[in-house]
Antibody, heavy 120, light 113 residues
Framework: EVQLVESGGGLVQPGGSLKLSCAAS????????MHWVRQASGKGLEWVGR??????????AYAASVRGRFTISRDDSKNTAYLQMNSLKTEDTAVYYC???????????WGQGTMVTVSS | DIVMTQSPESLAVSPGERATITCKSS????????????LAWYQQKPGQPPKLLIY???TRKSGVPDRFSGSGSGTDFTLTISSLQAEDVAVYFC?????????FGQGTKVEIK
């Protein structure tokens, strides 16, 4: 079955860190760029960042709101992408989705999401 | 950054009637070398991740009912549900994937009247 499964969410204090994982199965993970998108409760969708494939030098890009605090990485041998989140703020509270784009780059395959709550 | 503006914020439509959502980008998302508009539409139901409905502005993803259609080019786009069904109640988002950062419209909530 083609799927993405996120894990690692939870409750963390402001200023803390958390690392999310996204396990892929059913497709050739190493051929796919991977994106992260977040959604605060009752709000819209905010793109967080992406990592490209090995032939594209694993290039990363980030939203301005997380640049310098969040880092995306991947381990193709484990079919897993990661989102390392440091210096967390209350406004980072959201459901975090990982995504594998389809043809041309539209967000075709989404995980179920993992909830991150930043609160004291 | 490309700003995506959707309208309306919400709409209520009677079953079987047409629902129309518009999306406007702050700059053209038509790539001249391949003549493709880098515009996608997503449907999100409560408690679920978004689901891709339409890509390249007008190409329906396999398995999506043909009552969903997308149109437009350049900066102005439309998602039409030709005959609203109860299961279409959801929030709909447009998104540009022409450039980084990827950006989404704010969403349109579709309800049954």
């Amino acid at each position: 079955e083609v799927q993405l499964v996120e894990s690692g969410g939870g409750l963390v204090q402001p200023g803390g860190s958390l690392k999310l994982s996204c396990a892929a199965s059913g497709f050739t993970f190493s051929d796919s760029a991977m994106h992260w998108v977040r959604q605060a409760s009752g709000k819209g969708l905010e793109w967080v960042g992406r990592i490209r494939t090995k032939p594209n030098s694993y290039a990363t890009a980030y939203a301005a709101s997380v640049r310098g605090r969040f880092t995306i990485s991947r381990d193709d041998s484990k079919n897993t992408a990661y989102l390392q989140m440091n210096s967390l703020k209350t406004e980072d509270t959201a459901v975090y989705y990982c995504i594998s784009p389809g043809e041309g780059g539209a967000f075709d395959l989404w995980g179920q999401g993992t909830m991150v709550t930043v609160s004291s | 950054d490309i700003v995506m503006t959707q309208s309306p914020e919400s709409l209520a439509v009677s079953p079987g009637e047409r629902a129309t959502i518009t999306c406007k980008s702050s700059q053209s998302i038509l790539y001249s070398s391949n003549n493709n508009n880098y515009l996608a539409w997503y449907q999100q139901k409560p408690g679920q991740p978004p689901k891709l409905l339409i890509y390249w502005a007008s190409t329906r993803k396999s398995g999506v009912p043909d009552r969903f259609s997308g149109s437009g080019s350049g900066t102005d786009f439309t998602l039409t549900i030709s005959s609203l069904q109860a299961e279409d109640v959801a929030v709909y988002f447009c998104q540009q994937y022409y450039s980084t950062p990827r950006t989404f419209g704010q969403g349109t909530k579709v309800e049954i009247k």
